[in-house]
């Protein structure tokens, strides 16, 4: 079974609190899920029946193992997870409190294993031909991940259905200028670019969705996606733009519904849907996602995405 997207970063193990609207100090039990946003987005995407594997690395510890058994339950490929030998897997845990946006405590010390990325990590064969490749922000936030992912999207030629999440946090940055920097080089290598209002200022320079739009268009994107809360989706192309209403939900859990928003992109980018129904679906499994707990183990099914719809 050949390969239809693969994605590029982020891995960790998330550990949600058990106990909603407290503070970490006095959460009692927590849940462990597969998390970190590019292998999300994998997850996602697989869980609407498309063939995915994420590109990352994670420690020679138990938590590497937990990561490769995890995705390989999700019917993701492990094939290119390598290992960096002296560092630990990352670890992240969450507060939920206020659950629509929880803080995240990050361990990824003294650098994250996906930071660590080579050339010599990289399917090259893979980069160049898969239908669709992801990248995002964080994985040019530090060397060598950075030149290896510029490598990557200069190997891939602006293939169609290169795509960036913006995933700006900027805990992983020193400042925004070098974060607009280098989130905004890749703009000028990617096909189409997804992210919320602040990624979108960070990476063009102004929150307004329509003029961010203007912007990334005017740098070759062929598609932008602007999540705008709870005023939808600004979708944007050469030939027009539209907004999609939002889905109302009971919020859970904020994290991990921008990656099933993401995951059901993948999914209606490789199936050549117009616009406003890639955002009309992603939109409505980013709602559900919201509705639930976890991150990866929260990912809609179609039929869960068509019931809402």
Known sequence: MSLEALTIGRVGVDLYPEQSGVPLAEVATFAKSLGGTATNVAVAAARLGRRTAVLTKVGPDGFGGYVRQALTGFGVSPEFVGTSPD???PVVFCELNPPADPPLLFYRSPIAPDLTLTDADVPWDVVREVPLLWVTGTG???????TTQRKILEARGRRQHTVVDLDYRPMFWPDVQAARAEIGWMLDH???AVGNRAEVEVAVGTADPEEAADRMLARGVRLAVIKKGAEGV???TPEGRATVKPQR?????????????GGALVHGLLSGWEPVRLAEYANAAGALVAARLACADAMPTAAEIEELL
């Open 234 to 236: 600004l979708v944007a």
């Open 249 to 261: 939900v009971e919020v859970v859990c904020g994290l991990g519904a921008g990656d099933g928003f």
């Open 87 to 89: 560092l630990q897997t």
């Open 140 to 146: 040019v936030s530090t060397e060598p991940a950075r």
């Open 190 to 192: 990617v096909t189409v």
